[in-house]
């Protein structure tokens, strides 16, 4: 597992930077070009929403708004949760800045690649000439395949594969992770158990096709959200008077970071603006080239229309859910707090470190043995037991914290012998947090004051549940229609049981090693999907400049009233 940990992250120091340079220099392209279409057309994206355009009789298979919410679903997720808790554990509040700067660029992004999608999308019909259920698949494939010409079809072939593996990791193993480690830590039921379950609930749902899926999300996603952000907004009305120092931190800090708990040191502007902009990605997916195949399934034969529609994700999903969940962390103090915590030396979390808050810590890789006395190394400032990376200032014996340790540890082995002889396996200690348990610390003393930080947990705890499952859910449409792409429709069933049991699997492995897995993935998937937003950027003007000439949303929405006249609606 070390030696994977070391390959995952050697192949992330290589693309992270052109993943950023990319990403944004793409966002940034795309919005001149583009006019700031996020902007000026946020509008016209939530009239479509709504569905008061809607014709049934165009093609597709699901409607404009359970498209949006299929797409959400698979955005609004644990991302918001545990990814903004890690960008802050890392990269300290201004992380979130560069969230923000990732979302309003996305904005354009997913609007670009949404009408792509819709453009070049593949709809089979009947001998009727009616499409039948199920029947479309789109996304980057489609466009770079059809847009780009047949000599880019190994590129397309590349980003189906790619996006496949993306589908196991980013949007299912991640998940299940998250569910699991959240479970466990609220009651302590083991990861598998938990795995087993969400991986059924999954398998039951992603066999009814996109049409189930659709049905289901368009439920779950607005009550999962509306849940979520009424406890974050609680919060906020009880710290509203720190609201204002935490938006002055997050702004100075984003270009004069003092750097996250688990950091690297004061000043280090890269690594805030790195975890910003790639928690900003996981969170959103603009860019990645997920979003347009569930997009890509809607019914219209207007690919801009879909594309209003689709850069409201990331709106909804950063600059509102995201916001709240960082000012939550920021204003009450949980980002740099700690907590009572079982520290189990063999858990993945739990390594030897050296150096301090204010330097940054490292991994320890010495060899010599760490005295401690009443709790804390000998050794004042040398190596000591962390936990997510920081160091831990004080292990004691007991729950209760009453007994501090003194004795030996084996910094290679982590081998525990107290002064008496006896051998430890579990201390307890103070320590920091991160990802979603973060998250979970900062509600509970959020909502302390009036006496409800067990409804806080409860609250983050069902989000997470519904989030990570409904994302998974969604992402098992995506990997299914590169599945079809690549392979045929022949491979859809197979690639559906790999799906359920990869989430089982995500749900027992190392937090670290499945999202550093799940960066990798993103950087694959991304890379070429800018690329051909950049090639094709005036097929986008053409077609944006066409549709708001035309406004076809008129006659839609007369053809919206008669079919509902008729009961076909």
């Known amino acids: 597992m070390e030696l994977l940990s070391v390959v995952i992250d050697a192949i992330n120091n290589v693309l992270r930077w052109p993943l950023v340079i990319g990403l944004l220099g793409t966002g940034l392209f795309l919005t001149i070009k583009l006019g700031f279409v996020q902007f000026r057309r ?81 709809v089979h019909v009947d001998q009727d000439g009616k499409a039948w259920e199920g029947s479309v698949s789109g996304g980057p494939m489609y466009y770079i395949e059809r847009g780009l010409g047949r000599n880019w079809k190994p590129v397309a072939m590349f980003f189906a594969f790619a996006l496949m593996l ?87 800090e984003a270009f004069n ?61 950063t600059i509102i859910i995201c916001t709240m969940t960082g000012l939550v962390l920021v204003t009450t103090g949980a980002f740099e707090a700690t907590a009572p915590a079982a520290v189990d030396l ?19 890789l010495g060899s010599e043995a760490i005295s401690y006395a009443n709790g804390v190394p000998e050794n004042g400032a040398g190596p000591r037991v962390g936990r997510f990376t920081v160091g831990i200032d004080s292990l004691f014996l007991d729950e209760a914290q009453t007994v501090p340790f003194t004795g030996t540890i084996d910094a290679a082995t982590k081998a525990v012998l107290t002064a008496d002889g006896q051998v430890v396996e579990t201390f307890y200690a103070n320590t920091v947090r991160t990802s979603a348990p973060l998250t979970t610390l900062a509600f509970e003393r959020g909502l302390s004051p009036i006496g409800l930080g067990g409804v806080g947990r409860f609250i983050v705890l069902i989000s997470v549940i519904l989030f990570a499952v409904s994302t998974s859910i969604s992402w098992s449409y995506y990997g299914d229609r590169c599945a079809n792409y690549l392979f045929g429709t022949k491979a859809i069933l197979p690639f559906k049981a790999i799906f359920v049991v990869m989430h089982f699997v995500g749900a027992v492995l190392a937090v670290t090693t499945i999202w550093d897995l799940g960066d990798v993935a993103l950087s694959l998937v991304t890379l070429p999907n800018v690329l051909a937003l950049l090639l094709l950027s005036p097929v986008l003007k053409k077609l944006t400049d066409s549709y708001f000439e035309r406004r076809p949303w008129v006659e839609n929405e007369e053809a919206h009233k008669k079919a509902k006249q008729e009961g076909r609606l």
Request: proline share 4%.
């Open 42 to 122: 946020l509008g016209h994206g939530f009239a479509v929403a709504t569905g008061r355009y809607d014709d049934p009789d165009e093609p597709g298979d699901v409607t404009h708004f359970q498209a949006l919410t299929t797409a959400l679903s698979a955005t609004v997720g644990v991302g918001n949760i545990a990814g903004v808790a890690l960008a802050i554990h890392i990269g300290g509040p201004g992380a979130l800045f560069w969230m923000w700067v990732t979302a309003l660029l996305g904005m354009a992004t997913k609007y670009s690649e949404v009408t792509l999608a819709q453009q070049y999308r593949d």
């Open 166 to 252: 993306t589908s196991f990791m980013t949007g299912n193993a991640v998940q299940a992770n998250t569910v699991a480690t959240q479970v466990f830590d609220s009651f302590g039921v083991p990861v598998w158990i938990t795995g087993l379950i969400t991986a059924t609930i999954v398998g039951v749902v992603i066999l009814g096709g996109i049409s189930r899926i659709g049905k289901v999300t368009s439920i779950v996603a607005p009550v999962m959200a509306a849940v979520y952000v009424a406890g974050a907004l609680l919060i906020l009305i009880l710290n509203i008077g720190a609201i204002p120092a935490a938006f002055v931190r997050i702004f100075s």
């Open 257 to 317: 970071p003092v750097s996250g708990v688990a950091g690297t040191g004061a000043g280090v502007f890269l690594l805030t603006m790195l975890y910003g902009v790639q928690r900003g990605l996981f969170s959103n997916e603009a860019g990645q080239g997920s979003a347009p195949i569930a997009h890509s399934a809607a019914k219209t034969d207007e690919p801009v229309s879909e594309g209003v529609v689709a850069l409201l994700e990331p709106f909804i999903d």
């Open 346 to 364: 063999d858990a993945s979390n739990v390594s030897i470190v050296e150096g301090s808050r204010e330097a940054g810590y490292t991994t320890y």
